[in-house]
Every structure is written in structure tokens, then in C-alpha cells.
């Protein structure tokens, strides 16, 4: 996530650049063919570019909100497990009846949880786009913690030996986790030390934070439908590639020394189409680890330290401070 007003111009621009040389050649090997060869049958009518411009606005434009609400609804969900984390943190200092190393205990197992599902939502997919050149250039000025360090690292942070080694034999550790969180609710049930209907709100709220786990994995593994994607790649690409052609017949139609006004009018014009198309990109897998992703580790810490706070530990873990303005 981004924490500063707005990304500057400087950062926009060499963000997009590659498009920008594309576009350059796109309209100079036009340009210098109808000026000095004098092919003047490229130039083109405007109106059918602009009838595929119109189109290309109007999809560009659906998929940016499709992709917006993708990345509004994930952090909608991460807001969920935070109020759910916390009602979770407060039960189990006033309903469970036992000592503060169990109440840690618990509260250790739930930032485990946390961190086995940030890395799962964290994995590569097939159809993400952090492998992509000006993603991996622009990586390089933030942190991605998951990709830095190992989960197994983390997780010994929180859970005993025993569990430890459980979690990390299973496929979906996110999920084992809370199973091993329910399985030592009902040991404290069957002690005495959580009265029933206190036990049925915990298991309720374990029940909570599986749904919001659930909607965090259908965001991570079902795309933006792919077809809607390619036909919107497709439309800018045609859209660019006649962009100079019509050009051309425009600005020959207020003399020929006009004409050379094609190459930045081009690179201006198609350089908007295809940036609101990188835009759309860039927000449609609000997990993957890109800039514009909702800052689920800042969140998880931000819950580790409101929990143990709780508890009144004294060495509570620092929050985590934007990198150049990017917050994960």
C-alpha cells in the first residue's frame, strides 16, 4: 500500500517507461514513412480509431472498478480479522479461567496463524503479474518480509516443538492452526476453566476467523476472469498500434509541417490508454506482493501488539514503518 499523498510523476513515468519507448517507435516508424518516403495511403480516417477507442475506454474502464473492488473487498476481509482478532484477544484474558502463560500461549498460537496465512497468500500464482520486468524493477525499493524471510522461521516464534512440527507435515497451515487453537479450547472446556456458553462464543469466533480465511483464498486463487483480462490487453494494444495512422490524417489536414505532431500527440494519447491499463494490472491481485497490495503484515503486526498488549507483555514487537512510502 502506498502511505504517502500520491505517487509522483517521476515514479509514474519510470514506472511506465517501457510503454513510453514502445509508444515512441509505434509513432515515429509511421511518421517517418508518410513524411520521407511519402506513403501517404497509411494515414487513415479518425473515425474508425476512435470508434475502437471508445471501446477500449469503456472495458479499460470496467476493469479498473472490477479490480478496485477486489482490492476494497480484501481489505475489508483483513479489517474483519483484525475486529475479530481483537474480540478474540479479550474473551481469552476474561473468559478463560487460568494463568498468563496460557493466555500467552493462546494468544502466540493466534499470531502463528496469522503468519502461516500471510505466506500462503503470499505464494505465486500462474496469473499474477509480479514476475513481470517493471514489477520485479520496482520491488526493489520496498520489502516484502515473506519473500526475506522463511515461515518456518516465524512460526517457531509462536508455537511449542510439538505443534510446530505438526503444522509444518500439513498443506494448509493457516487452517491446522486454528484446528490446534480448537482442539486446546476444548482441553480448557474440559477442565473447567471456560464455562460453556463462554466456549461456544471462542468456537464461534474460531468459526469467524475460517470465513474470513476462506474469502482471502477465493480473492488469491480465482482471478480476475482471464477473458475479460486479454480482451482488455487486446483492445489497448489495437488501439495504439492505429493510433499514429490516424494521426497522420489529422494533423496533415493543418499542413504538412504539422505532421511531426503525430510522434508526441501519439505517445501522449496512448501513453493514458496504457497506463489506466497497468493501473487495472496492478490492483487486480491484492495479495501477490506488489505496491498497491493491502498491508497485511503491517496489519498482522499491528494485532500481535494489540493482543500481547493486552496481556501487559512488556516487550511488545515494534510496528512496521513504510519503505519509500510503501507499506506491506
Request: glycine share 4%.
Amino acid at each position: 500500500m502506498h502511505s504517502g499523498r500520491q505517487y509522483s510523476l517521476k515514479e509514474f513515468l519510470i514506472w511506465t517507461r517501457f510503454d513510453i519507448y514502445k509508444l515512441a517507435l509505434i509513432a515515429i516508424i509511421p511518421t517517418l514513412a508518410f513524411q520521407l518516403l511519402g506513403w501517404n495511403f497509411v494515414a487513415i480516417p479518425w473515425v474508425p480509431i476512435a470508434l475502437i477507442g471508445t471501446a477500449a475506454a469503456f472495458i479499460v474502464g470496467f476493469k479498473n472498478t472490477q479490480t478496485y473492488n477486489r482490492l476494497w473487498e480484501a481489505r475489508q476481509i483483513y479489517g474483519g480479522i483484525v475486529n475479530t482478532s481483537r474480540i478474540v484477544g479479550m474473551m481469552t484474558k476474561d473468559f478463560i479461567k487460568t494463568d498468563h502463560n496460557t493466555h500467552l500461549e493462546i494468544i502466540n498460537r493466534h499470531c502463528a496463524w496469522l503468519t502461516a496465512l500471510r505466506y500462503q497468500l503470499r505464494e505465486t500464482r500462474s496469473w499474477e503479474n509480479m514476475g513481470k520486468n517493471y514489477y520485479v524493477e520496482y520491488s526493489k525499493f520496498y520489502r516484502i518480509e515473506e519473500r526475506e524471510t522463511k515461515l518456518e522461521d516465524e512460526l517457531k516464534k509462536y508455537l511449542s516443538a510439538e505443534e510446530f512440527d505438526y503444522v509444518l507435515s500439513k498443506k494448509n497451515r493457516a487452517t491446522q492452526i486454528i484446528s490446534l487453537q480448537s482442539k486446546r479450547f476444548k482441553e480448557l472446556a474440559d477442565e473447567g476453566k471456560i464455562e460453556n456458553f463462554r466456549y461456544i462464543e471462542l468456537s464461534n469466533r474460531l468459526a469467524d476467523l475460517y470465513d474470513h480465511q476462506g474469502k482471502c483464498e477465493r480473492i488469491k486463487n480465482f482471478p480476475y476472469p482471464r477473458q475479460f483480462a486479454s480482451i482488455n490487453s487486446f483492445f489497448i494494444q489495437l488501439f495504439v498500434l492505429m493510433l499514429p495512422f490516424g494521426m497522420l490524417h489529422e494533423f496533415q489536414k493543418l499542413g504538412s509541417e504539422f505532421v511531426w505532431l503525430t510522434i508526441p500527440f501519439t505517445i501522449v494519447v496512448g501513453w493514458v490508454f496504457t497506463s489506466m491499463e497497468k493501473v487495472g494490472e496492478s490492483t487486480e491481485n491484492p495479495f501477490e506482493g506488489n505496491p498497491n497490495d493491502v498491508p497485511r503484515t503491517a496489519m498482522s503486526r499491528t494485532i500481535e501488539i494489540d493482543l500481547k498488549d493486552m496481556l501487559d507483555v512488556a516487550d511488545l514487537p515494534k510496528p512496521l514503518s513504510p519503505v519509500n512510502n510503501i507499506l506491506m
